[in-house]
């Protein structure tokens, strides 16, 4: 009986401690420009569609990796962004609207910051004006993800180009942001 108690209490509190872990906060598009023209940091885009595998696995895996949720929520304004949803988005007085292209079709957003190159997962780093400093595809493991918050999260991309940060970086040269 003491054993039996003993095994649902380490499940109650081993279901505590998963539930107190940190998940991402998504935001929208809009919301992430409106708070990035009040406090200035890199906006990250996840453009996504339903039917993407892919997307679907980094969503499981490298967003909810505890470290990558704690730091996009602290350095970053992450978006979810559906490259295939129907509903308009309206940035300032312009109106994004969903393209009807074949049997599918896609939204000028996705477009915008995939810089043409609608792949799934694609995830673009927007600065606080809305310019696309990058656009990443592909999956992406927690590690590998973490090189681009790095980069991202304080002023490096500003002096140094991804790749050359990348290549210092995987050789055990970590910059001084001290972020991750």
């Known amino acids: 009986m003491k054993k039996t108690l003993y095994i649902l209490a380490l499940i109650i509190l081993g279901t505590g401690a998963a539930s107190a872990q940190e998940e991402v906060k998504w935001y929208s598009i809009e919301e992430a420009i409106q708070l990035a023209s009040q406090e200035p940091r890199v906006m990250v885009i996840d453009v996504y569609t339903d039917w993407c595998g892919w997307c679907k696995r980094m969503d499981a895996n490298t967003f909810s ?5 704690a730091t996009l929520n602290k350095h970053f304004y992450p978006v979810k962004l559906d490259a295939e949803g129907k509903e308009d988005i309206v940035i300032g007085e312009r109106t994004f609207k969903f393209v009807a292209n074949g049997r599918g079709g896609y939204h000028e957003i996705a477009a915008i910051v995939t810089k043409g ?8 780093y927007v600065d606080a004006q809305g310019k696309v400093l990058q656009a990443a595809p592909g999956y992406k493991t927690p590690e590998q993800f973490r ?6 999260s304080g002023d490096i991309y500003k002096n140094q180009t991804f790749e050359e940060f990348s290549s210092l ?3 055990g040269e970590k910059p001084l942001i001290g972020s991750l």
């Not at 190159?117 to 673009?124: A, E, K, M, Q, V």
């Open 117 to 124: 190159r609608l792949s799934y997962p694609t995830i673009s």
């Open 169 to 171: 970086y995987a050789a």
């Open 65 to 69: 990796d505890p470290q990558v949720a």
């Open 147 to 152: 090189v681009y918050l790095e980069y991202y």
